[in-house]
């Protein structure tokens, strides 16, 4: 169980895939993992379900917070997970801030990388991880890719990115997601090359 935390726009996403690649060879973000393979469970495949809000009311939320999301399902797939059992994971549509009807079998395999700002923010997660990664870079590159990313895919203009990014991301990310950084067993830079890092990782696995 390998956990990559920190800011959002830090990077990890890209090193989760090329990490698993190197572990597995395959796509794992698919969950279709061999079972000597890897396999990415996205935390923000948790997000709360907010259709009973109306969408003015939704794009209100602070989605920076550890409260957005449904700690109670993701603890327990991720219990699931660590006992090699596969689970049902939910989808998340970031357009319409709701929870999809359909999910996706996740199956693990030998690797399990857990995604997220807040992946190393729980003890009891954290009490699972062979081992805990912080993935670090300057506010202004986070900025940067959030708003690359946020309208590209995910149909917002900048206008909204950056407010979101000044009013929720970066005051949450100072309060939640950076304190979290004590609790990693490898701090790695995400404003390098991305191969770097993942060797840092994978040395760092070797030795455990």
């Not at 790695?188 to 030795?207: N, Q, Y």
């Amino acid at each position: 169980m390998i956990a990559l935390a920190g800011p959002s726009g830090s990077g990890k996403s890209a090193i989760a895939e090329m990490l698993a690649g190197r572990l597995a060879g395959a796509d794992a973000r698919s969950g279709e993992a061999n079972p000597d393979g890897a396999a990415i469970l996205p935390m923000d495949c948790y997000y709360y379900d907010l259709s009973p809000l109306p969408t003015r009311q939704r794009e209100e939320c602070n989605f920076d917070s550890p409260d957005s999301l449904d700690w109670l399902l993701l603890i327990e797939q991720i219990d699931a997970v660590a006992a090699g059992r596969a689970v049902a994971m939910p989808q998340y549509d970031f357009t319409t801030h709701t929870r999809r009807a359909e999910r996706t079998q996740f199956q693990p395999g030998r690797y399990v990388i857990i995604d997220g700002l807040h992946a190393l923010w729980d003890a009891h997660v954290r009490d699972l991880l062979t081992l805990g990664v912080f993935v670090d870079a300057s506010s202004d590159l986070c900025l940067t890719r959030r708003l690359t990313r946020d309208i590209s895919t995910r149909d917002r203009t900048a206008g909204e990115v950056i407010s979101r990014y000044s009013r929720f991301v970066l005051p949450m990310c100072r309060q939640h997601v950076l304190p979290t950084r004590q609790y990693a067993g490898l701090v790695v830079s995400g404003e390098g090359p991305v191969d770097a890092c993942v060797d840092k990782i994978l040395a760092r696995l070797a030795e455990k």
